[in-house]
C-alpha cells in the first residue's frame, strides 16, 4: 500500500480508478480496507467513473501508530486529509466519511471548504456536537487484559471489533483518550458545500441525523432502513443515496 507524509507521520492510503476525486475517510477503530473496500464502496464509486482514495487514519490500519493522545484528534485527522490532496495534486474532491470520520470531514466542510465539492457525513448525526460517548469505558476497554473484564456494552464491541481487525488496541485507546474536536454549531451554519447526512434508521450512536442536518444550511438527510451503525456502512440504500446525491451536487 503506498504512504505519503504528513507532518513527520508516515500514513498509507488507497488510490484507484480515473474522473472526480472522491476521498473517504473511515470511523474509529476501522481501517480503509474494513470501512471501504470489503463493503464495496470501491467498487462502486470506480463504476460510477469515480476515481476513489482512501486514507488510514492515523494510529490505524498501516498508517503510524501513535500512543500519546496529545498525536490524535479530529482536527490533525483533518489536516491529514489536506495533506494527502496535497501529495495527489488533488485541487478538490468529494469526501465521505463515516462516524469519526464524518467528524474529520465536517471539520474538513468548515475549515477547507475550498478543497471540497461536497461532504457526504455517514454515521455521525448531532453527536458530532459532542464527544465520544462511554469514551473513557472504550479506552480502559480496549486495553484490559480480557474482554471478559469489560461490563460496558459500548467498549466491549470495539474491543471486539479491534481484535477482529487485528488492530494495535493500545494505539486505538490512545486515540479514544483524546478529546474529540467538537464542533461549533454556530459553524456548522457557515458550511456552503452541498452536504448529505446518512444514518442507519437504528444507529444508536450517530445521535439525531435531523437535528444535525438543521444545523447545515441546504443539508440533505438520508435515513437508511433498519440498519444500526455498524450494518449501515455497506448498506445498498446508503450506496444508492450517495450515487444520487454526487449526480445532482453541483
Given at each position: 500500500?503506498p504512504?505519503?507524509d504528513?507532518?513527520?507521520l508516515?500514513?498509507a492510503y488507497?488510490?484507484?480508478g480515473d ?9 474509529f477503530?476501522?481501517?480503509?480496507d ?7 464502496w470501491f ?11 482512501a486514507?488510514?487514519?492515523?494510529g490505524?490500519g498501516?498508517s ?5 493522545p496529545?498525536?490524535?484528534g479530529?482536527d ?7 495533506r ?5 495534486n ?7 466519511g463515516?462516524?469519526?470520520g464524518?467528524?474529520?470531514a ?5 475549515e477547507?471548504?475550498g ?5 457526504i457525513?455517514?454515521?455521525?448525526g ?9 469514551a473513557?469505558?472504550?479506552?480502559e ?16 464491541m470495539f474491543r ?5 481487525t487485528g488492530?494495535?488496541r ?9 478529546q ?13 458545500t ?27 438527510l438520508?435515513?437508511?432502513p ?7 456502512v455497506?448498506?445498498?440504500v446508503?450506496?444508492?443515496g450517495v450515487?444520487?446525491f454526487l449526480?445532482?451536487?453541483p
Amino acid at each position: 500500500m503506498p504512504t505519503f507524509d504528513s507532518d513527520g507521520l508516515t500514513l498509507a492510503y488507497r488510490d484507484e480508478g480515473d474522473g472526480d476525486p472522491i476521498l473517504l475517510i473511515h470511523g474509529f477503530a476501522s481501517n480503509l480496507d474494513v470501512n471501504w473496500v470489503g463493503p464495496g464502496w470501491f467498487d462502486v464509486l470506480q463504476a460510477d467513473g469515480r476515481r476513489v482514495v482512501a486514507i488510514d487514519n492515523r494510529g490505524h490500519g498501516a498508517s503510524e501508530k501513535l500512543y500519546d493522545p496529545a498525536f490524535y484528534g479530529s482536527d490533525l485527522m483533518a489536516r491529514d486529509a489536506v495533506r494527502l490532496l496535497d501529495h495527489l495534486n488533488i485541487a478538490r474532491a468529494d469526501v465521505m466519511g463515516y462516524s469519526m470520520g464524518a467528524r474529520v470531514a465536517a471539520l474538513l466542510a468548515i475549515e477547507s471548504r475550498g478543497r471540497l465539492r461536497s461532504a457526504i457525513l455517514g454515521g455521525m448525526g448531532d453527536g458530532l456536537l459532542r464527544g465520544a460517548p462511554s469514551a473513557d469505558d472504550i479506552a480502559e476497554g480496549l486495553v484490559a487484559d480480557s474482554v471478559d473484564d469489560i461490563a460496558n456494552p459500548t467498549a466491549k464491541m470495539f474491543r471486539r471489533f479491534a481484535e477482529a481487525t487485528g488492530a494495535d488496541r493500545r494505539a486505538l485507546s490512545a486515540c479514544m483518550r483524546m478529546q474529540r474536536t467538537l464542533v461549533d454549531p454556530e459553524k456548522l451554519g457557515t458550511i456552503t458545500t452541498p452536504t448529505l447526512v446518512a444514518v442507519g434508521t437504528e444507529d444508536e450512536v450517530a445521535g439525531d441525523p435531523q437535528a444535525l442536518a438543521d444545523l447545515i444550511p441546504g443539508a440533505e438527510l438520508l435515513l437508511i432502513p433498519r440498519r444500526d451503525h455498524n450494518r449501515a456502512v455497506g448498506d445498498k440504500v446508503y450506496k444508492a443515496g450517495v450515487l444520487s446525491f454526487l449526480e445532482r451536487r453541483p
